[in-house]
T-cell receptor
Framework: DGGITQSPKYLFRKEGQNVTLSCEQNLNHDAMYWYRQDPGQGLRLIYYSQIVNDFQKGDIAEGYSVSREKKESFPLTVTSAQKNPTAFYLCASSLARVESTEAFFGQGTRLTVV | AQSVTQPDIHITVSEGASLELRCNYS??????LFWYVQSPGQGLQLLLK??????LVQGIKGFEAEFKRSQSSFNLRKPSVHWSDAAEYFCAVGESNQGGKLIFGQGTELSVKP
């Protein structure tokens, strides 16, 4: 079945450590996105990529980094510079530069920093 | 500034009753509008989308939404709510050819009474 796989589902890290969240898709989508979800704040865009080897900052990119070396993969690193990293992280993908397209979401990774 | 507002943080309805979830947007260009649903700890599932044409759009699970340009609204409706509809609902706005680059509302949590 085609879809988006995020791993792990739950992640615990000590404060000050970098951590990488995985996102893989087999939908043959060019575009991929990372969102952060906090209670009562909806989803906010961290980074997005419309093509391999290219990505852009979203609204809350500070303290995060990404790479896009393969079409299928868009890992997100939460660095020690992110002041409040505990959140639910959602990855999405879509067709790029196509009218009337929509996003498909993974099941999310809940990151807890202790 | 571009934004989406969902005025109701939490709504409770009785099973079998009708439902309307409100969504207002502020967007400089032609808005492309979406409603997503999220069960606890899960990813987002697309309910319906509006790009152009008929302003009343039908979605999955018996939901519909009406686009009203004059009121900058895109309210979600269902004539008869089922207990399984209890979830969080998100309204989002974006550009037509960037399906995943979205601005989300804060979400409305729906509870269903037996």
């Amino acid at each position: 079945d085609g879809g988006i796989t995020q791993s792990p589902k739950y992640l615990f890290r000590k404060e000050g450590q970098n951590v990488t969240l995985s996102c893989e898709q087999n939908l043959n989508h060019d575009a991929m996105y990372w969102y952060r979800q906090d209670p009562g704040q909806g989803l906010r865009l961290i980074y997005y990529s419309q093509i391999v080897n290219d990505f852009q900052k979203g609204d809350i990119a500070e303290g995060y980094s990404v790479s896009r070396e393969k079409k299928e993969s868009f890992p997100l690193t939460v660095t020690s510079a992110q002041k409040n990293p505990t959140a639910f992280y959602l990855c999405a993908s879509s067709l790029a530069r196509v009218e009337s397209t929509e996003a498909f979401f993974g099941q999310g990774t809940r990151l807890t920093v202790v | 500034a571009q934004s989406v507002t969902q005025p109701d943080i939490h709504i409770t309805v009785s099973e079998g009753a009708s439902l309307e979830l409100r969504c207002n947007y502020s967007y400089g260009a032609t808005p492309y509008l979406f409603w997503y649903v999220q069960s606890p700890g899960q990813g987002l599932q697309l309910l319906l989308k509006y790009f152009s044409g008929d302003t009343l759009v039908q979605g999955i699970k018996g939901f519909e939404a009406e686009f009203k340009r004059s009121q900058s609204s895109f309210n979600l409706r269902k004539p008869s709510v089922h207990w399984s509809d209890a979830a969080e609902y998100f309204c989002a706005v974006g550009e037509s050819n960037q399906g995943g680059k979205l601005i989300f509302g804060q979400g409305t949590e729906l509870s269903v009474k037996p």
